[in-house]
């Protein structure tokens, strides 16, 4: 939880730049796909960018931990993708500016880089 508080102060002092992030990192709990009130908060801000540039793509990849059964955490890296496309839409988003690309199981970014999903607002 920790790391978490913190990862929502860094998200909230590049909020005071000047020009925009264009990309956002939602962070999940171990096994989990619920979408916790820090993770619903960078969803909504990252929408919000989005509807300022209504022509760019959103992508959205989805990360999980190789935990050895390969393929249920491939599915893991899926559906937190999903699950945070759905809720860009859900924060008005248009379904088809999003692109999901979920990344295989992974150990290389620790324990808790493993457990993201990345949104990135790039050009259309």
Same mark, same amino acid.
């Not at 890296?77 to 999003?98: C, E, F, N, T, Y």
């Given at each position: =939880?920790?790391?978490l508080s #913190?990862v929502?102060? #860094?998200?909230?002092? $590049?909020?005071?730049?000047?020009?925009?992030?264009?990309k956002?990192?939602v962070f999940f709990?171990r096994?989990?796909?619920?979408l916790?009130?820090p993770?619903?908060?960078? @969803?909504t801000?990252?929408?919000q960018?989005?509807?300022?540039?209504?022509q760019?793509v959103?992508?959205?990849e989805?990360? $999980?931990?190789?935990?050895?059964? #390969?393929s249920?955490?491939?599915l893991?890296?899926?559906?937190?993708a999903?699950k945070v496309?759905s809720?860009? @839409?859900?924060?008005?988003v248009? $379904?088809?500016r999003?692109r999901? =690309?979920?990344?295989a199981?992974?150990?290389?970014?620790?324990a @808790?880089?493993s457990?993201r999903v990345?949104?990135?607002?790039?050009?259309s």
């Amino acid at each position: =939880m920790r790391r978490l508080s #913190l990862v929502v102060g #860094l998200c909230l002092l $590049a909020g005071c730049a000047s020009q925009p992030s264009r990309k956002y990192v939602v962070f999940f709990t171990r096994d989990s796909v619920k979408l916790e009130d820090p993770a619903l908060w960078v @969803v909504t801000h990252a929408a919000q960018q989005a509807a300022r540039d209504p022509q760019s793509v959103i992508t959205v990849e989805g990360y $999980a931990a190789a935990h050895g059964d #390969l393929s249920a955490d491939a599915l893991l890296a899926v559906d937190r993708a999903k699950k945070v496309a759905s809720q860009l @839409v859900a924060d008005g988003v248009a $379904a088809g500016r999003i692109r999901q =690309m979920p990344r295989a199981p992974s150990n290389e970014d620790g324990a @808790v880089g493993s457990r993201r999903v990345e949104i990135e607002i790039g050009a259309s």
